[in-house]
Structure formats: structure tokens, C-alpha cells
């Protein structure tokens, strides 16, 4: 057992129906991911990508196996504790943003903060802090209809930063953008990457993966291939200590 790896899974597997609608969406998968490293994984439509996402952001249960975050087991953890600690710890971004259409791009940003118990002061300074960081503080009072796709995402990763968290899960970040916006985000992401984030992405795109330290390829539910990149990633895991410090 690696005590090293942030995000840890063993066996974990998930079924969806049953008799001869069963399916196998993630089948017996292990996975050990250290802090700070950039993961891609990838695969054909429907081979249990965006279900072991889920599963390892603790957005669903396992069927069977062991999912374990920052050495706290997830998988059994009650609805309560599970939504804490997304709340607290985990940064989710989505192929179709999730953003609340009604608010600011900065109260986008600063809701996860402020749901994770920051101060308002405080989830506001940090709120327009990321939109800087990503790019965007000029639009910091624009509503998301007001912005373009690739804006509409980076606010969406602004906001999954905002509460500083051990791992930013990413399902298809790019699934719904263009070339340009594609770009920017993957600027975005090596931003993340030099910066010591641990990410997990799940892409189509191979630009996208090309920046990660590491690429799995899933096949039916399974991983055919599991790939680390020399001299890809700082290693450094910067800050690690203190985020771990920082849990519960
Ligand atoms: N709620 C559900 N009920 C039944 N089957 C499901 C459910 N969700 C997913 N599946 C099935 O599980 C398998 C894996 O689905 P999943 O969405 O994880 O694939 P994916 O790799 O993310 O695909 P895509 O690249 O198209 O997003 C698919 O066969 C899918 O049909
Ligand atoms: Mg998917």
C-alpha cells in the first residue's frame, strides 16, 4: 500500500441494472494517484469514464471496492460527511459548466467558497483573485449568458478552485468549446499542473492529455493502459502538508 497516494481506489467496480441489462460502467478498477500529479484518462464513449469520475469525487457509490481520499475512506462515508467533504476538499468541473445562470460570474465563484464556510470578505477577495487568475476580471460581474463558452469554463474552474482543493475532478472540460476556447483552458490546466494541483481529467481531446503526467486509457470499464510521461510534472506537490492539514 503506497501511503503517499492522495486518491487511492481498490476494486472498485459499479453496475448499473441487473439480469441481462447488467452493466459493467466501471469493472474492478485500482488506481493510486499521488499528490500533485495530472492524470487524463480516456477512452470511447461510454466506457465507464465519467462513472468512475463520480465515483471517485464521492458524487456516487461504488457497487463494490474501496475508494479512499487524503487516507479517509469515502465509498462508506455517510451522505452528510461525503457532502462536506466536496464541499471542503474536491473541485468539480463539467463538460456543461454548471453555473448558476442567475449570478455573477464572481458570485459563481465565491457560492462554493462560501458553502464551504469562508467568510464573505474573504470567499469575495478570493473569488476575484481566480477570476484574475483566470483571466477574467474584467467579467466579474458578467452573467454567464453574457460570456463565451470558454469564459463560461474558466469561471466554472475558477470556482472549483475556490475552495482550495486536494484534487480537481474535470469530465470533459472541453467537450463543449471551440478551438480558441479549448486552448485557454488548456493554458489553464498547465497553469494547474505547475502550480502542484492534483488533477484528474477525463478528455477526448489529446491536447488535453498531452499536458497530464500520466494517461490511462479505459476500455470497458477497465484500464488498458496506464502511461507516466518522462519528465512530465514538478513532482513537487507543492503544499501538500499544509492541505492535508487542513482536512477535517
Ligand atoms: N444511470 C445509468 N443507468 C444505466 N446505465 C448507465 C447509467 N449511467 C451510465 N450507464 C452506462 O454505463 C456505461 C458507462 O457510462 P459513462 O457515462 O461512465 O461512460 P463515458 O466513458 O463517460 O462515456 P462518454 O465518453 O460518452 O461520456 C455506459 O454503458 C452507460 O450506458
Ligand atoms: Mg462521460
Not at 465519467?50 to 469525487?57: A, C, D, F, I, V
Not at 471496492?65 to 451522505?79: F, K, N, P, Y
Not at 471542503?88 to 445562470?101: A, K, Y
Not at 497553469?191 to 488533477?199: C, E, N, S
Request: overall charge positive; some cysteine.
Amino acid at each position: 500500500m503506497s501511503g503517499s497516494a492522495l486518491l487511492r481506489a481498490r476494486g472498485v467496480t459499479r453496475w448499473y441494472g441487473r439480469g441481462s441489462a447488467l452493466v459493467r460502467a466501471v469493472d474492478e478498477v485500482d488506481l493510486e494517484v499521488p499528490a500533485g500529479q495530472t492524470l487524463a484518462v480516456m477512452g470511447p464513449s461510454g466506457c465507464g469514464k465519467s462513472t468512475l469520475l463520480h465515483l471517485l469525487g464521492g458524487l456516487q457509490r461504488p457497487t463494490d471496492g474501496e475508494i479512499w481520499l487524503a487516507g479517509h475512506r469515502i465509498d462508506t462515508m455517510s451522505e452528510r460527511a461525503l457532502a462536506r467533504l466536496r464541499r471542503q476538499h474536491i473541485g468539480f468541473v463539467f463538460q456543461s459548466f454548471h453555473l448558476m445562470d442567475e449570478l455573477t460570474a464572481v458570485e459563481n465563484v465565491e457560492l462554493a467558497a462560501l458553502l464551504a464556510g469562508q467568510s464573505p470578505r474573504r470567499a469575495r477577495r478570493r473569488a476575484l483573485d481566480l477570476l484574475d487568475r483566470v483571466g477574467l476580471a474584467d467579467r466579474a460581474r458578467h452573467l454567464p449568458s453574457a460570456l463565451s463558452g470558454g469564459q463560461r469554463q474558466r469561471v466554472a474552474i475558477a470556482r472549483a478552485l475556490s475552495n482550495e482543493p486536494l484534487i480537481v475532478l474535470a469530465d470533459e472540460p472541453t467537450g463543449n468549446l471551440d478551438s480558441a476556447a479549448t486552448l485557454e483552458v488548456l493554458r489553464l490546466f498547465e497553469d494547474l499542473r505547475t502550480a502542484g494541483q492534483t488533477l484528474v481529467v477525463v478528455t477526448h481531446d489529446a491536447r488535453i492529455a498531452a499536458i497530464a503526467d500520466r494517461m490511462i486509457s479505459m476500455r470497458d470499464g477497465a484500464f488498458a493502459d496506464d502511461s507516466r510521461f518522462a519528465g512530465a510534472g514538478n513532482g513537487s506537490a507543492a503544499g501538500t502538508g499544509t492541505i492535508y492539514g487542513g482536512w477535517r
